[in-house]
């Protein structure tokens, strides 16, 4: 954060050089002081500081300026800094309309002019306004705003792009929020504009995409070399173990992302039962420090791009990325890992984004203050939602097919939940109906054991259900099972087309798929235990295999 600001403004350069002057020789250490002689450039200076979300402390306007009175001018910089200090530069002739301006505009001094010497003047009168100010003043949020509103897929896209990418940023709904407001007043947005990003620098974007964005932000969504080692596709916790390790050892090592680091990890609010974390660690502080071990022993990342296929070339592979543009690699690690799936149930996709949610609830967890929020499903990472959820949630109800949660929860987790007031588990229930006008609004549920129908309020529904491997962009011939998930090693010595895919003369290693040199590891992979620590260790062996792939070639 920079520090608080004293505006003067004065039409005659000559005083305003010597308001300037003893303004600055007094108290430059602890506040900017910035100055101009026009009016039409003080205004566009303000709402610039307003978007950068700089702070100004005291204005010191001059009275009788030609393109508008002091009294006026501070009239509308209140808009902007409504908590400022205001004094206003008088001539002995100007002291009537000071005094009005004490009523009109909350005046809080009036200067005569000269106010030689400054050190009785001057200084004890402004000391006075800034420790007051001082006393009052709460510093705003200094970093990325996101302003638009509350049930907007496009606007929860954003911000859970920047909450994956570990960005931190505020949340402005611009019909609740008084700074939102304000903002959109003062920049003349449109309902259209919505959602707007305004960066720590002040650049203003209207509804932008994640390019624009990721290309703010410094994330890479271009290649800088031609070929590499080993291509990791797929940043979840397998993804970025492969990245430490590959890099670590020396390869050129390439990582890509379609969407935010971390995968369904990273976005858990609260993980246990890692290794070495007895207090637990949350999945965003967990991609912290990988991403910073990747990239410290050199791993390129990129982000937000997405791979369309792989194309063989001679002993190369060739990634063809989402805009058409291609990288060439001896060595593929695929650990797209798994998205969740898609309820088909009657309203949800009407809702989607718009109050139902597929996991997010870091995300939109603080929009549920005394809310009822609704979970489905019964895994670890709808526990670990429903934890976080009633830290802001007034109530937080578990939705379940089965009795209760002990086929498919971690006992801890469990335990947590039993002792946390707030939660309640629903078992045999599902959902039948979403329901709401521009946002979800209600639940029509069944209980499987009676068939009984009732509808309950619902402000959020946070879905956890199942999981969908990411592999329908996966070609090659490249073996799946029946649910998509990618076989590796001796298990595709059970599937009838494998001799006719597998040109190698060696049986194929533990990870690697039918096409060789290309790997798969994590829940991408049939098989995988679908959890953390197995994705971890799945994603560091890969890199074994890597390389005694590489010493064929």
């Given at each position: 954060m920079g520090l608080p600001i004293i505006f003067s403004i004065d039409d005659d350069p000559q005083v305003l050089r010597a308001i300037s002057r003893d303004l600055k020789s007094h108290y430059r250490d602890k506040y900017k002081v910035l100055s101009t002689t026009s009016v039409a450039e003080a205004m566009e200076s303000l709402l610039e500081l307003q978007n950068k979300g700089e702070e100004v402390a005291i204005f010191v306007s001059d009275q009788r300026m030609p393109e508008m009175q002091g009294v006026d001018f501070l009239e509308k910089a209140m808009v902007l800094f409504p908590f400022a200090k205001r004094v206003l530069l008088t001539a002995y002739s100007d002291t009537d309309a000071a005094i009005k301006a004490i009523n009109d505009v909350q005046l809080d001094y009036y200067l005569m002019k000269p106010w030689d010497p400054p050190e009785e003047k001057l200084y004890p009168a402004i000391d006075?306004?800034?420790?007051?100010?001082?006393?009052n003043y709460r510093p705003d949020f200094?970093?990325?705003?996101?302003?638009?509103?509350?049930?907007?897929?496009?606007?929860?896209?954003?911000?859970?792009?920047?909450?994956?990418?570990?960005?931190?940023?505020?949340?402005?709904?611009?019909e609740s929020n008084e700074s939102g407001k304000q903002i959109?007043?003062?920049?003349?947005?449109?309902?259209?504009?919505?959602?707007?990003?305004?960066?720590?620098?002040?650049?203003?974007?209207?509804?932008?995409?994640l390019i624009d964005i990721a290309e703010r932000i410094g994330l890479n969504a271009k290649t800088k070399q031609q070929i590499y080692d080993v291509v990791i596709i797929g940043a979840g916790p397998a993804g970025l173990a492969a990245s430490v390790y590959g890099a670590s050892e020396g390869l050129s090592t390439l990582l890509i992302e379609r969407k935010a680091p971390g995968g369904q990890a990273g976005t858990s609010s609260r993980i246990e039962n890692y290794l070495g974390f007895p207090m637990g660690l949350s999945g965003a502080d967990l991609t912290r420090r990988a991403i910073t071990q990747a990239t410290r022993f050199g791993t390129e990342f990129l982000s937000p791009q997405f791979v369309k296929e792989i194309k063989l070339k001679d002993k190369y592979k060739t990634i063809v990325l989402g805009d058409d543009s291609e990288v060439n690699a001896k060595a593929v690690v695929i650990t797209t890992g798994v998205d969740y799936r898609k309820l088909e149930t009657k309203g949800i996709s009407d809702f989607t984004g718009k109050g139902i949610y597929y996991g997010a609830a870091s995300t939109e967890a603080s929009s549920c203050g005394n809310k009822d929020a609704y979970v489905l499903g019964g895994g670890n990472s709808a526990g670990q939602a429903a934890m976080y959820l009633s830290k802001f949630a007034r109530n937080v109800y578990i939705l379940v097919r089965k009795n209760d949660l002990t086929s498919s929860m971690s006992s801890y987790l469990i335990d947590q939940i039993k002792g946390t007031n707030n939660i309640t588990i629903l078992g045999c229930t599902e959902i039948v109906e979403a329901q709401g006008n521009d946002h979800l609004e209600g639940l029509k549920l069944v209980d499987l054991n009676t068939s009984e129908e009732r509808t309950v309020p619902a402000d959020a529904l946070f879905i956890f259900i199942g999981a969908k491997p990411y592999t329908d962009w996966v070609g090659l011939e490249i073996i799946k099972n029946s649910k998509g998930f990618i076989e590796t090693g001796r298990d595709m010595k059970g599937y009838s087309n494998f001799r006719q895919v597998w040109k190698a003369e060696r049986d194929p290693y533990l990870l690697e798929t039918s096409s060789p040199g290309i790997f798969a590891a994590g829940d991408v992979r049939a098989g995988a235990m679908n959890r953390v620590t197995s994705a971890v260790g799945e994603g560091s062996m890969s890199i074994s295999f890597v390389h005694q792939y590489l010493s064929e070639v």
């Open positions: 006075e306004l800034l420790r007051d100010w001082q006393a200094k970093g990325i705003k996101v302003i638009g509103y509350q049930f907007s897929p496009k606007a929860h896209e954003i911000k859970d792009f920047l909450a994956g990418n570990l960005i931190p940023y505020a949340w402005m709904d611009v959109a007043a003062t920049n003349s947005l449109c309902p259209v504009d919505f959602p707007v990003v305004i960066f720590d620098d002040g650049i203003l974007l209207k509804t932008p995409s």
